[in-house]
């Protein structure tokens, strides 16, 4: 097998989704594809880079603003949907976010589609994203991991809320 980002991603994802990012190690993420940690950091220098390149699939699924007719709701609810779909997306990204490793900027586009508005939208979105994380986490160290009883939350309202024009 020839090692690459994709498969240093992919192998990354799995640790991620199966044990989350408090296990995720350079180390770690070496001895499951039986190559030296050495060979890892020829293509990510750093853990950061690598949670950079996670959070930036994450980020893909959601359209940027110059995207045809996209609405901050649509925008927001297409954020927190990417940021759910992996265990711990919500702090890979922010971690990617404040370390630069990713190039993106979530505010800025928020702004964009509701201007005045984007820093709140940003603390809203991934707030509720984490909020449903840390929730999920427990719910799996309790071995509670009944789909039913853990339920992702529909931001819509909360957004909807967040855009209305100030009626005072």
Same mark, same amino acid.
């Given at each position: ?47 950061? #880079?690598? *949670?950079?390149?996670?959070?930036? +699939?994450? &980020? ?8 045809? $007719?996209? /609405? =901050? ?37 928020? #702004?964009? *589609?509701?201007?005045?508005?984007? +820093?709140? &939208? ?8 984490? $909020?449903? /994380? =840390? ?34």
């Amino acid at each position: 097998m020839q090692l690459n980002t994709q498969i240093i991603l992919d192998k990354a994802t799995e640790i991620l989704s199966d044990y989350g990012l408090g296990d995720l190690t350079m180390r770690r993420l070496a001895r499951t594809l039986d190559v030296a940690p050495g060979a890892l950091y020829w293509h990510y220098p750093s853990k950061q #880079d690598l *949670l950079g390149a996670i959070a930036l +699939q994450l &980020l893909n699924a959601v359209p940027t603003p110059d995207s045809a $007719d996209v /609405q =901050a709701q649509e925008y927001c609810v297409a954020l927190y949907e990417a940021l759910t779909t992996l265990r711990d997306g919500a702090d890979i990204t922010l971690t990617a976010i404040a370390s630069h490793t990713v190039e993106r900027d979530i505010v800025a586009e928020l #702004d964009c *589609l509701a201007p005045h508005k984007g +820093q709140i &939208l940003y603390h809203y979105v991934f707030g509720a994203a984490l $909020d449903f /994380q =840390a929730k999920e986490n427990v719910a799996l160290a309790l071995g509670k991991q009944d789909e039913n009883e853990l339920v992702s939350v529909d931001i819509r309202h909360g957004v909807a809320m967040l855009l209305q024009e100030d009626n005072r």
